[in-house]
């Protein structure tokens, strides 16, 4: 991520039917409208994606590597690796980043 000033995590839920869980595609958009790197990272690993052209990588946490298979708990864990700081009750899709640097986080990409 030190390679570029301005990176955004979204933690992208691939079956969350709220207007939070945007398609990369549309997060990819805004997030070059406002000069962000964007990094997708699904929520959990879903075999019915594999084989699915997004025109952008789509990552994916290796849950073993936080001893969890509880969604939640290993994606604090890597963004906390990453340098985010839980705060109480602050929980995001998106992830502001300047460098490695961690700055916010929000429910929508359009709120940075």
Do not use: H
């Amino acid at each position: 991520m030190s390679k570029y000033k301005y990176n955004v995590i979204y933690i992208w839920a691939i079956r969350c039917p709220s207007d939070n869980c945007i398609p990369p595609s549309i997060a990819a958009n805004e997030a070059e409208e406002k000069g962000y790197k964007l990094w997708v990272v699904l929520d959990y690993y879903d075999p019915q994606i594999i084989g699915v052209n997004f025109n952008m990588p789509i990552y994916s946490i290796k849950n073993t590597i936080y001893k969890t298979d509880y969604c939640r708990k290993y994606i604090k864990s890597f963004l906390k690796d990453l340098g985010w700081e839980e705060t109480e009750n602050e929980w995001g899709r998106f992830y502001l980043f300047e460098k490695d640097n961690f700055l916010s986080q929000k429910q929508r990409i359009a709120d940075f």
